[in-house]
T-cell receptor, first 114, second 110 residues
Framework: GAVVSQHPSWVICKSGTSVKIECRSL??????MFWYRQFPKQSLMLMAT?????????EQGVEKDKFLINHASLTLSTLTVTSAHPEDSSFYIC??????????FGQGTRLTVV | LAKTTQPISMDSYEGQEVNITCSHN???????ITWYQQFPSQGPRFIIQ???TKVTNEVASLFIPADRKSSTLSLPRVSLSDTAVYYC???????????FGTGTRLLVSP
């Protein structure tokens, strides 16, 4: 199947700093990318949907100024958690869809804010 | 968006067949049904996708009745490594939005 690479796999940062997570589709053009967060023992919660070259569409309750999403190319989307706080600690997962018949997911990023 | 309903958890033993049913009463004409598997601290992995009737691949079968208001993922002869959470998603192939339901936590015991 198609490959979606997410980086980093885990990151620890200090409260108040910003963290950028990258999501790359390695072998197909991803016209749409999704960002999720997942808390332990819970399902994936959709944060936002981004289409290449346009602004992301955020789900209700997700702060767009805190979770900055950029989808500048057909192979790369980034999620920046700005001024991170301990409550932002979570597992973040990206998904890419486009010239394929199903969406593919990255391996996830474990963010710990201390 | 078609909402999905699945059992929260299921238990099985090695070598048994496991069937997980998903209800999606509001499925639209253009919607496909896709199942994903997720292990702890990993992203979901595609298992199978179908539109109607039956689809089979090397790891699973997907049964979809004529009214398409439900679907059943069938895992033949499960092993311990099949312990995971299984998600049923419904959506069109334009992938306007991918929303996950609660998923089914499958525990396979020796």
């Amino acid at each position: 199947g198609a490959v979606v690479s997410q980086h980093p796999s885990w990151v620890i940062c200090k409260s108040g700093t910003s963290v950028k997570i990258e999501c790359r589709s390695l072998d197909f053009q991803a016209t749409t990318m999704f960002w999720y967060r997942q808390f332990p023992k819970q399902s994936l919660m959709l944060m936002a949907t981004s289409n290449e070259g346009s602004k992301a569409t955020y789900e209700q309750g997700v702060e767009k100024d805190k979770f900055l999403i950029n989808h500048a190319s057909l192979t790369l989307s980034t999620l920046t958690v700005t001024s991170a706080h301990p409550e932002d600690s979570s597992f973040y997962i990206c998904s890419a869809a486009g010239t394929v018949t199903e969406a593919f997911f990255g391996q996830g990023t474990r963010l710990t804010v201390v | 968006l078609a909402k999905t309903t699945q059992p929260i958890s299921m238990d099985s033993y090695e070598g048994q067949e496991v069937n997980i049913t998903c209800s999606h009463n509001n499925i639209a004409t253009n919607d496909y049904i896709t199942w994903y598997q997720q292990f702890p601290s990993q992203g979901p992995r595609f298992i199978i996708q179908g539109y109607k009737t039956k689809v089979t691949n090397e790891v699973a079968s997907l049964f979809i009745p004529a009214d398409r208001k439900s679907s059943t993922l069938s895992l033949p002869r499960v092993s311990l490594s099949d312990t995971a959470v299984y998600y049923c998603l419904v959506g069109d192939r334009d992938f306007q939005k991918l929303v996950f339901g609660t998923g089914t936590r499958l525990l396979v015991s020796p």
